[in-house]
Nanobody, 115 residues
């Protein structure tokens, strides 16, 4: 049974930083591509960043230069370091992977950027 559990969200002031974590189980993590998505109120869920099994990373234009995705295959963890946060980054952030043609999502963690 695949499980993804996010943590690390919270309230932060504009310009601040947060680090999200996602613990994965039930998959062969080392060969899995992992993603972070986000969904703001009234908006569609959107892809934020991806890291492949080989460590190649890609980012949405709206987070390039501010967010960094990384992974630790020994711990089955994926991270999202978020710097220079803006109010428009406020959203629920979800960890995602696809295994055997099935999408798996975590429960999400709320990030609120506000003064």
């Amino acid at each position: 049974q695949v499980q993804l559990v996010e943590s690390g969200g919270g309230l932060v002031q504009p310009g601040g930083s947060l680090r999200l974590s996602c613990a994965a189980s039930g998959i062969i993590f080392s060969i899995s591509s992992m993603d972070w998505y986000r969904q703001a109120p009234g908006k569609q869920r959107e892809l934020v960043a991806t890291i492949t099994r080989g460590g190649t990373t890609t980012y949405a234009d709206f987070v390039k230069g501010r967010f960094t995705i990384s992974r630790d295959n020994n711990k089955n963890m994926v991270y999202l370091q978020m710097n220079s946060l803006k109010p428009e980054d406020t959203a629920v952030y979800y960890c995602h992977t696809n295994s055997w043609a099935t999408d798996y999502w975590g429960q999400g963690t709320q990030v609120t950027v506000s003064s």
